[in-house]
């Protein structure tokens, strides 16, 4: 399970990676639920991943591409 696999670390592989940036991407799938605030870990490991510039940046790109496509 992701919960167990976060203990003790900020990121799935330890640093943040290209990887996190799409669980969290994942993740958001779910913000219309109270799933993921069950689980800690999860919880703020989400969080710490849509604070990042990175995630920021990509998550405006595909924004910006649905909002062209329209």
Avoid: W
Avoid at 2 to 31: C, N
Avoid at 39 to 61: D, G, N, T
């Amino acid at each position: 399970m992701l919960e167990s696999a976060l203990d003790g670390k900020e990121y799935l592989e330890g640093s943040f990676t290209v990887g996190d940036l799409m669980m969290a991407d994942v993740l958001r799938i779910l913000d219309h639920t109270n799933l993921v605030d069950a689980y800690p870990q999860l919880s703020a490991y989400k969080r710490r991943c849509e604070a990042r510039p990175a995630f920021q940046r990509a998550m405006k790109a595909q924004m910006d591409g649905f909002k062209n496509a329209a």
